[in-house]
């Protein structure tokens, strides 16, 4: 099969690999779309990082080269041992994570905590490539949900968004901010406004904003533009959540600045080093500071397809095309590295020769 191979710090290439082997437990999936996101991007103009390339994951026993590809949703060519509720010809969305279900976090539900996580296409083989084997439990078949195979190839981001939005205990009638409208921000956003919240997003680029109010943002505010807390306190937002998800300094203090007494931040973008942040701020206006990582895949995932299905117009607003391998680097990694990238979700096509445009539901 045709495969995009991770060897190292800015090298993948487009190689013709072996087909993998299903194992017991797993699915093998005829590859239809794979999403890639600022986490492969860091990996190839940073990494490798989580990327098992030059030392042995401790839980999928990895190493060496490795095809990314964490976003992964396909058509099920043949079922591993043990595997019941799946059936061949099934379309599939994977989560990516994979939980040992024996652990404390596990017991508790949080399986994205699970001690032995690992994640298809980030420590070991995943979708960038025309086949994939992946754990039947990451999977769910999308049938029941009403929308195309492109369009669940959305719901491992929007699980995440789904996942963050959890996080901050988001309930209906409250008010919430959404700094960085990006991937994940625009997912969070639809699944924040689907939530019934009042939702006011902020970034420095205007056509991510106009997305942000196609997916239901009441308001939104240009970062360069002045004051985010003043612009949206002028129409009555007052944010009890507050999600940082730019992982940069200033939307920290963004953030910081919306954050009403008594509210609830949710950290959603990955910062480097330490924050910088008034500590006597969060302390007398007792502030919640909330952590969010990847999803509960049993939880996340069906909702994500779900709040997929329920969008009235169509997602070719947040990933107009499918890539093919070649233009991996060229036209998808490349751009994100450079925060270029045109598109909100980039997602790529294994089998297609050329650029396509997506088939979206709505
Ligand atoms: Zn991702
Ligand atoms: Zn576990």
Known sequence: MRAAVFHGRGDIRVETVPDPVVAPGELLLEVHVAGICGTDAHEFSDGPHMMPI?????????????????????????????????????????????????CQACDAGRTNLCQRYSTVGLSRDGGLAQYCRVPAMTCRAIDQYGITEDTAGLSQPMAIGVHAMRRGRLAAGEDAAIVGAGGIGAFLTYAAVQQGASVGVVDLDVDRLEVASRLGAQQTHVASQGSAAEAFADHDLEPAVVYEVSGHPAGLATALELIQPGGRLVLVGLHEGNLAANARQLTLSEIEVIGTNAHVCDVDLPRALELLGTRSTPWDDVAPVALPLDQLVSGGIAPIVKGSSKQIKTLIDPWSQSVRATKMTG
Not at 61 to 76: C, L, Q, S, Y
Not at 84 to 96: K, L
């Open 54 to 102: 030059h030392t042995k994951h401790v839980v999928t026993g990895h190493v060496g080269p490795m095809i990314p590809g964490h976003e992964v949703t396909g058509r099920i060519v043949e079922i591993g041992d043990g595997v019941d509720g799946f059936e061949i010809g099934a379309v599939v969305a994977s989560g990516g994570g994979i939980w040992c279900g024996a």
